[in-house]
Protein backbone atom coordinates (compact mmCIF):
# COMPACT_ATOMS: atom_id res chain seq x y z
CA UNK A 1 0.00 0.00 0.00
CA UNK A 2 1.20 3.80 -0.96
CA UNK A 3 0.49 6.05 1.99
CA UNK A 4 -2.17 9.00 0.41
CA UNK A 5 0.05 11.40 2.13
CA UNK A 6 -0.81 13.84 4.44
CA UNK A 7 -4.80 14.80 4.92
CA UNK A 8 -5.54 18.37 3.96
CA UNK A 9 -4.44 20.89 5.86
CA UNK A 10 -8.30 22.37 6.83
CA UNK A 11 -9.17 18.81 7.92
CA UNK A 12 -13.22 18.79 9.28
CA UNK A 13 -14.44 16.01 11.02
CA UNK A 14 -18.38 15.62 10.64
CA UNK A 15 -21.12 13.71 12.53
CA UNK A 16 -23.62 12.21 9.58
CA UNK A 17 -23.61 11.54 6.07
CA UNK A 18 -25.82 14.36 6.02
CA UNK A 19 -22.73 16.58 7.28
CA UNK A 20 -21.13 15.41 4.16
CA UNK A 21 -23.14 15.86 1.65
CA UNK A 22 -23.48 19.69 2.82
CA UNK A 23 -19.62 20.66 3.10
CA UNK A 24 -18.45 18.54 0.34
CA UNK A 25 -19.75 20.87 -2.40
CA UNK A 26 -17.97 23.41 -0.78
CA UNK A 27 -13.93 22.50 -2.02
CA UNK A 28 -13.23 20.25 1.33
CA UNK A 29 -11.00 18.05 0.09
CA UNK A 30 -10.45 16.00 3.08
CA UNK A 31 -12.97 14.72 5.59
CA UNK A 32 -13.10 12.24 8.39
CA UNK A 33 -17.06 10.80 9.22
CA UNK A 34 -17.05 10.02 12.97
CA UNK A 35 -20.51 8.69 13.90
CA UNK A 36 -21.16 8.34 17.33
CA UNK A 37 -23.96 6.54 19.82
CA UNK A 38 -25.90 4.89 16.65
CA UNK A 39 -26.70 1.32 16.19
CA UNK A 40 -24.65 -0.15 13.47
CA UNK A 41 -26.38 -0.89 10.29
CA UNK A 42 -27.21 3.12 10.71
CA UNK A 43 -23.49 3.32 10.78
CA UNK A 44 -22.86 1.65 8.24
CA UNK A 45 -25.41 3.07 6.13
CA UNK A 46 -24.19 6.52 6.56
CA UNK A 47 -20.52 5.67 5.91
CA UNK A 48 -22.03 3.75 2.52
CA UNK A 49 -23.98 6.76 1.36
CA UNK A 50 -20.42 9.22 2.74
CA UNK A 51 -17.88 7.31 0.83
CA UNK A 52 -20.38 7.46 -2.84
CA UNK A 53 -20.49 11.30 -1.81
CA UNK A 54 -17.03 11.86 -1.31
CA UNK A 55 -15.65 9.80 -4.06
CA UNK A 56 -18.07 11.72 -6.68
CA UNK A 57 -16.74 14.88 -5.39
CA UNK A 58 -13.15 13.93 -5.58
CA UNK A 59 -12.72 14.03 -1.86
CA UNK A 60 -10.65 12.05 0.46
CA UNK A 61 -13.11 10.61 3.37
CA UNK A 62 -11.42 8.90 6.82
CA UNK A 63 -13.47 6.96 8.66
CA UNK A 64 -13.48 6.55 12.26
CA UNK A 65 -13.06 3.93 14.14
CA UNK A 66 -15.13 1.27 12.66
CA UNK A 67 -12.73 -0.60 10.67
CA UNK A 68 -14.66 -3.41 10.10
CA UNK A 69 -17.28 -1.64 8.27
CA UNK A 70 -14.30 0.24 6.53
CA UNK A 71 -12.79 -2.85 5.34
CA UNK A 72 -16.16 -4.21 3.71
CA UNK A 73 -17.40 -1.17 2.34
CA UNK A 74 -14.08 -0.39 0.18
CA UNK A 75 -12.85 3.01 2.18
CA UNK A 76 -9.09 3.71 1.84
CA UNK A 77 -8.73 5.62 5.04
CA UNK A 78 -9.16 5.12 8.73
CA UNK A 79 -8.86 6.70 11.56
CA UNK A 80 -8.59 4.92 15.22
CA UNK A 81 -8.18 6.38 18.29
CA UNK A 82 -6.57 4.56 21.14
CA UNK A 83 -9.13 2.68 22.45
CA UNK A 84 -10.47 1.04 19.30
CA UNK A 85 -6.88 0.77 18.31
CA UNK A 86 -6.10 -1.87 20.53
CA UNK A 87 -9.43 -3.81 19.83
CA UNK A 88 -9.01 -3.64 16.25
CA UNK A 89 -7.71 -6.28 13.64
CA UNK A 90 -4.35 -4.12 12.45
CA UNK A 91 -3.15 -7.35 9.95
CA UNK A 92 -6.88 -6.98 8.38
CA UNK A 93 -6.63 -3.51 8.39
CA UNK A 94 -2.90 -3.47 6.00
CA UNK A 95 -4.85 -6.93 4.65
CA UNK A 96 -7.74 -4.21 2.91
CA UNK A 97 -4.76 -2.03 1.96
CA UNK A 98 -7.01 0.55 4.21
CA UNK A 99 -3.82 3.58 5.51
CA UNK A 100 -4.29 4.18 9.30
CA UNK A 101 -3.98 7.65 11.29
CA UNK A 102 -3.85 7.27 14.43
CA UNK A 103 -4.70 9.68 18.04
CA UNK A 104 -2.13 10.41 20.40
CA UNK A 105 -2.36 12.32 23.84
CA UNK A 106 0.83 11.35 25.19
CA UNK A 107 4.20 9.88 25.02
CA UNK A 108 3.09 6.70 25.91
CA UNK A 109 0.18 6.73 22.77
CA UNK A 110 2.82 8.04 20.52
CA UNK A 111 4.82 4.97 20.69
CA UNK A 112 1.46 2.86 20.42
CA UNK A 113 0.89 4.69 17.60
CA UNK A 114 4.03 4.46 15.82
CA UNK A 115 4.23 0.67 16.17
CA UNK A 116 1.22 0.69 14.21
CA UNK A 117 2.72 2.39 11.60
CA UNK A 118 0.50 4.97 10.72
CA UNK A 119 0.40 7.50 7.95
CA UNK A 120 -0.51 10.13 10.19
CA UNK A 121 -0.80 10.87 13.72
CA UNK A 122 -3.32 12.75 15.32
CA UNK A 123 -2.27 15.19 18.74
CA UNK A 124 -4.95 16.71 20.99
CA UNK A 125 -6.46 18.83 22.74
CA UNK A 126 -4.29 21.50 21.25
CA UNK A 127 -6.29 24.18 23.04
CA UNK A 128 -9.34 23.54 25.72
CA UNK A 129 -12.00 22.01 23.43
CA UNK A 130 -15.90 21.75 24.53
CA UNK A 131 -16.99 18.99 22.01
CA UNK A 132 -16.09 16.06 24.81
CA UNK A 133 -14.95 15.89 28.45
CA UNK A 134 -11.27 15.31 27.99
CA UNK A 135 -8.68 13.85 30.34
CA UNK A 136 -5.95 15.75 29.07
CA UNK A 137 -5.23 19.09 29.61
CA UNK A 138 -4.17 21.03 26.66
CA UNK A 139 -1.12 20.35 24.72
CA UNK A 140 -0.03 23.45 23.42
CA UNK A 141 1.95 24.71 20.66
CA UNK A 142 5.30 23.19 22.26
CA UNK A 143 4.00 19.84 21.95
CA UNK A 144 3.18 19.55 18.53
CA UNK A 145 7.14 21.00 17.88
CA UNK A 146 7.98 17.74 20.24
CA UNK A 147 6.21 15.41 18.17
CA UNK A 148 7.11 17.29 14.92
CA UNK A 149 10.80 16.29 15.79
CA UNK A 150 9.86 12.50 16.96
CA UNK A 151 8.28 11.99 14.33
CA UNK A 152 9.55 13.05 11.33
CA UNK A 153 8.34 13.20 7.85
CA UNK A 154 4.87 11.52 9.06
CA UNK A 155 2.40 13.60 8.49
CA UNK A 156 1.14 15.68 11.97
CA UNK A 157 -2.35 16.24 12.31
CA UNK A 158 -3.51 18.52 14.96
CA UNK A 159 -7.47 18.78 16.93
CA UNK A 160 -8.60 20.50 19.77
CA UNK A 161 -10.16 23.85 19.94
CA UNK A 162 -8.31 25.55 17.11
CA UNK A 163 -9.96 28.53 15.31
CA UNK A 164 -8.87 30.57 11.93
CA UNK A 165 -7.29 32.98 14.14
CA UNK A 166 -5.07 30.21 16.35
CA UNK A 167 -4.81 28.27 12.87
CA UNK A 168 -1.26 29.97 11.45
CA UNK A 169 0.60 29.43 14.97
CA UNK A 170 -0.60 25.78 15.07
CA UNK A 171 0.53 25.28 11.43
CA UNK A 172 4.09 27.08 12.10
CA UNK A 173 4.69 25.10 15.31
CA UNK A 174 4.64 21.47 13.05
CA UNK A 175 1.09 20.80 12.35
CA UNK A 176 0.71 19.98 8.26
CA UNK A 177 -3.41 19.32 9.25
CA UNK A 178 -5.75 21.00 11.20
CA UNK A 179 -8.75 18.90 12.16
CA UNK A 180 -12.19 20.82 12.64
CA UNK A 181 -15.36 20.32 14.64
CA UNK A 182 -16.72 22.68 16.76
CA UNK A 183 -15.50 25.89 15.28
CA UNK A 184 -17.72 25.25 12.07
CA UNK A 185 -20.37 23.22 13.29
CA UNK A 186 -21.78 25.80 15.88
CA UNK A 187 -20.95 28.25 14.10
CA UNK A 188 -24.28 30.47 13.30
CA UNK A 189 -23.67 29.86 9.21
CA UNK A 190 -21.47 26.98 9.24
CA UNK A 191 -21.39 26.88 5.31
CA UNK A 192 -19.29 30.35 5.78
CA UNK A 193 -18.01 29.45 8.09
CA UNK A 194 -15.98 26.65 5.94
CA UNK A 195 -15.23 28.72 3.16
CA UNK A 196 -13.37 31.14 5.78
CA UNK A 197 -11.11 27.62 6.43
CA UNK A 198 -10.98 26.66 2.85
CA UNK A 199 -9.73 30.52 2.21
CA UNK A 200 -7.29 30.31 4.93
CA UNK A 201 -5.93 26.87 3.99
CA UNK A 202 -5.48 28.19 0.17
CA UNK A 203 -3.23 30.65 1.47
CA UNK A 204 -1.29 28.68 3.10
CA UNK A 205 -0.83 26.25 0.10
CA UNK A 206 0.04 29.34 -2.38
Not at 71 to 80: M, Q, S, V
Request: aromatic share 6%.
Amino acid sequence: MTAPGSPDIFYPIVPSAEWVARIVPLGVRTLQLRIKDKPANEVRAEIAVALEVAKAAGCRLIVNDDWQAAIDLGATELHLGQEDLAAADLAAIRRAGIALGISTHSEEELETALAAAPYYVALGPIYETKLKAMKWAPQGLDRIGAWRKRIGALPLVAIGGITPDRAGAVHAAGADSIAVITDFMTAPHPEARVRLWLDWAATVRA
